[in-house]
């Protein structure tokens, strides 16, 4: 869920992989971020409605990510994945190192850019120091 | 009580309207125009500019100290995410969301939100009841079973017509609880009779109300 360059560049990576990919997005001009031989379903809709979740292939999916850029939308998505369609592998972006902490505590397998990044960037940085 | 609001739109506004006289009542917006508004009407304490989602203005807001959190955005996204760090994080009590797309209500519940409210379910029920051919209504839920109790009107051509509770074929998970037949309302025995119009009340797990519904109200295959 997610056709920004995050989630175009992860499908791409996971199509390259093997499997079978379907991205949503609910404007359908980034879909653009997806290079044109990706050749997985792409699906024009807000991925935090079971009916969308359910026309992207939901009930056979075995795994589901949310990276859009809204850590709600993407708690609510992935809440959805896990609990109404029992996807087993369900991963999560959550900018807000807070909110990442709180879902992490309820279970949820999340990712947050932030901290990462920043850890990426305190490390360029300090080698230069050197 | 102490009660923190998400959202100053209409729903969150009317509510801190009607609560602001007998609790404690703060309303978190993020719309500068909308906090100039309440500010206006009901007082600058009752309101505060800020994400209700984002940790500090939380913090600000004194959410540790809150009895009750609502969130009322028209984003059910929001919602859940107040609700769910609102509980995780300062522990609230009792957490209660709107519900905009009536799909998540269920959801809400199991992901253990207290009450949720949903303005198209409560319509579609009094639509349902105004209707001649009566399914099932759900009439209230029973909160962290994910049960509910039912009412049934049974149809004139139903299979059940006739019949008594120990003929009926119920699926598991349902238990009828009261037969309200012309007016009279009995508890049900093995031998009670169900006639066309009977009213039929159910506690029953939510899987399990179609089955429910189709039982009681189909007509013979």
């Known amino acids: ?56 292939g939901a009930e056979r999916a075995d795994a589901f990510v949310a990276a859009t850029r809204g850590d709600n939308r993407n708690a609510l998505a992935a809440q959805v994945a896990k609990h109404v369609f029992q996807i087993k592998r369900v991963g999560s972006v959550i900018f807000d190192p807070i909110r990442e902490e709180v879902y992490r505590g309820l279970g949820m397998r999340t990712i947050n850019p932030t901290k990462l990044e920043a850890g990426l960037l305190r490390e360029s940085i300090e080698r230069e120091d050197e | 009580m102490f009660i923190i609001v998400a959202g100053a739109g209409k729903v969150g506004y009317h509510l801190a309207r009607a609560l602001v006289a007998d609790h404690e009542v703060l309303v978190i917006e993020q719309d500068p125009d909308r906090v100039d508004f309440v ?46 760090v609102s509980k995780a994080r300062y522990d609230v009590p009792r957490t209660v969301a709107r519900i905009n797309n009536p799909q998540n209500e269920t959801l809400f519940k199991q992901l253990g939100i207290d009450s949720t409210v949903s303005a198209t379910n409560l319509i ?29 009107r049974v149809p004139r051509e139903a299979v059940t017509v006739g019949k008594q509770v120990k003929q009926l074929l119920l699926p598991q998970g349902a238990l009828l609880c009261l ?43």
């Open chain 1, 1 to 56: 869920m997610g056709c920004g360059r995050l989630g175009a560049e992860l499908a791409v990576m996971l199509e390259a992989d093997g499997h079978e990919i379907a991205i949503l997005d609910v404007d359908k001009y980034a879909f653009g971020h997806l290079p044109p031989e990706f050749k997985g379903q792409k699906v024009l809709g807000d991925g935090t409605d079971q009916d969308t979740l359910r026309r992207a």
């Open chain 2, 39 to 84: 500010a206006a009407e009901l007082g600058t304490d009752v309101i505060m500019l800020g994400d209700a989602c984002d940790a500090a203005t939380m913090e600000l807001a004194g959410m540790e100290r809150a009895d009750l959190a609502v969130a009322t955005t028209g984003d059910d996204e929001d919602n859940l995410t107040f609700c769910q």
């Open chain 2, 124 to 152: 579609l029920g009094h639509i349902e009841q105004e209707l001649p051919w009566r399914g099932l209504i759900p009439l209230m839920t029973l909160t962290g079973l994910d049960m509910e109790i039912v009412e049934i």
């Open chain 2, 179 to 221: 037969v309200i037949s012309e007016g009279t309302p009995r508890l049900p025995t093995p031998e009670t009779m169900i006639h066309a119009d009977d009213i039929l009340l159910a506690v029953a797990s939510i899987e399990s109300e179609e089955a429910l519904r189709s039982a009681l109200t189909e007509p013979p295959s």
